[in-house]
T-cell receptor, first 116, second 112 residues
Framework: GAGVSQSPRYKVTKRGQDVALRCDPI?????LYWYRQALGQGPEFLTY????????KSGLPNDRFSAERPEGSISTLTIQRTEQRDSAMYRC??????????????FGEGSRLTVL | AQSVSQHNHHVILSEAASLELGCNYS??????LFWYVQYPGQHLQLLLK??????LVKGIKGFEAEFIKSKFSFNLRKPSVQWSDTAEYFC??????????FGKGTTLSVSS
């Protein structure tokens, strides 16, 4: 596609429910990143992939959070048993270069998650 | 722990004023440095980046940044701001093999 596409754009869920956030990166991009951004804060790193391999998941807050990129393209960030503190904007980005090589990150519009 | 600090949370300027936004990082060794911008209603986009070479980097829309290694700083500057520069600005840093780490951001409001 022309840019990084994220869905859903907005998700409201009840505490305890599982949610899945999807990211469709720019075609051919090697690396894919997930960030979380709370209001008034900068993007907080969660995890990233080079192709289908998850290279770093040190930013995932706890084991309720997981991500996959099984075919090296579309990625899904899953949050199990959501809690109110999970409410945030979840941002996906992709790059032509492998992670850490300094490639420009192209961001999507984000998925706004609200947990009631 | 590695971190990126942006000292100004909110900056308010009149059009034509000069701008300087501070950014400091705590990494040792070789780093890649970036400034990203988010205009109202839009997604994050790259403003400029530094990898090596000339420490004064020029980006889009008249912005520039200077890497001062001894001060671990990468401040963003613009000689004369415009109303359209109203946005949130994020400094970001990474090292080889690691993901990009962002500062908390600075909101710039420019009045016409």
């Amino acid at each position: 596609g022309a840019g990084v596409s994220q869905s859903p754009r907005y998700k409201v869920t009840k505490r305890g429910q599982d949610v899945a956030l999807r990211c469709d990166p720019i075609s051919g991009h090697v690396s894919l990143y997930w960030y979380r951004q709370a209001l008034g804060q900068g993007p907080e790193f969660l995890t990233y992939f080079n192709y289908e391999a998850q290279q770093d998941k040190s930013g995932l807050p706890n084991d309720r959070f997981s991500a996959e990129r099984p075919e090296g393209s579309i990625s899904t960030l899953t949050i199990q048993r959501t809690e109110q503190r999970d409410s945030a904007m979840y941002r996906c980005a992709s790059s032509t270069l492998a992670g850490g090589l300094g490639g420009e990150l192209f961001f999507g519009e984000g998925s706004r998650l609200t947990v009631l | 722990a590695q971190s990126v600090s942006q000292h100004n949370h909110h900056v308010i300027l009149s059009e034509a004023a000069s701008l300087e936004l501070g950014c400091n990082y705590s990494y040792g060794g070789t780093v890649n440095l970036f400034w990203y911008v988010q205009y109202p209603g839009q997604h994050l986009q790259l403003l400029l980046k530094y990898f090596s070479g000339d420490p004064l980097v020029k980006g889009i829309k008249g912005f520039e940044a200077e890497f001062i290694k001894s001060k671990f700083s990468f401040n963003l500057r613009k000689p004369s701001v415009q109303w359209s520069d109203t946005a949130e600005y994020f400094c970001a840093v990474n090292q080889a093999g690691t993901a990009l780490i962002f500062g908390k951001g600075t909101t710039l409001s420019v009045s016409s």
